[in-house]
């Protein structure tokens, strides 16, 4: 794949997004970490340039259009046309939904899709342009089987998946790809910090009911990025890559 393709990836300072901005940023491409997390996001970023990789960082709050545009401004200006998106960034609380109360579900969907919508399609014209772009959404498993107590996120990650797909087939004359990767358990500090609230089980004892049992890593969902990135997944467009070691198989 060609090394100055420009990638951006939402929710970059930690958990998932991180491992897929060192595994880019270690691959030569430069790299626009974009998250909520400011002080989180120096830190990562100055290992990264430390070792001579190529990093924009921005603080973004995806619900807010403004933000995302403003931080492709930046990108545009400072690394290039943007190639490749990530759309990672999400949030994710354990509530019985009788306990769900309208603000708590519209910021999730506000966050897990419309930040997807946002993140996406500000990126459209430079892909549009260059006739090549790669989009990658990060949906859920949950989307896939269904939550306990968890029925907010599973609807906004639900529509990750149908805007995916809907995507593909209106993009592909273009030369742009959009593929979704709903992972499962892995570890990443979201998952520490449901289990310190009690909202999440161990990871220990999730790991029993996984075929490969352990829980994943965002260096696993990093590698299929790469994949559906490259020139090599140029035909596979609309598709649910499940990278969850066998927990959820459909």
Not at 18 to 41: S, T, Y
């Amino acid at each position: 794949m060609t090394k100055d393709r420009v990638v951006v990836v939402t929710g970059g300072a930690s958990g998932i997004g991180l491992g897929v901005c060192r595994l880019f940023a270690r691959k030569g491409h430069p790299v626009a970490m974009l998250d909520i997390q400011e002080a989180a996001l120096e830190t990562e970023s100055a290992i990264l340039r430390a070792e001579g990789a190529k990093i924009l960082t921005r603080k973004v709050d995806v619900s807010d259009r403004e933000s995302v545009e403003e931080a492709y401004a930046a990108i545009r200006q400072e690394l290039g046309p943007i190639a490749i998106v990530i759309a990672n960034a999400g949030i994710s609380e354990g509530i019985p939904f009788d306990d769900i109360s309208v603000a708590t579900w519209q910021r999730m969907i506000d966050i897990n899709l419309t930040g997807v919508f946002h993140t996406v399609q500000a990126a459209l014209p430079d892909m549009r342009e260059a006739r090549w772009g790669r989009i990658i959404t990060i949906s859920s498993q949950a989307a896939q089987s269904g939550a306990m107590d968890r029925a907010h996120y599973a609807a906004a990650k639900s529509g990750v998946i149908g805007l995916t797909r809907s995507l593909a087939r209106e993009l592909a004359a273009h030369g742009i790809t959009v593929n979704t990767i709903p992972p499962s358990v892995v570890a990443t500090p979201m998952a520490e910090q449901g289990i310190a609230a009690g909202t999440f089980p161990p990871l220990d004892v999730i790991s029993q009911h996984i075929p490969i049992p352990r829980p994943g890593t965002p260096e696993d969902i990093a590698a299929a990025c790469n994949y559906l990135a490259s020139d090599g997944a140029s035909y596979v467009t609309g598709q649910v890559l499940a990278v969850n070691g066998g927990m959820f198989i459909g």
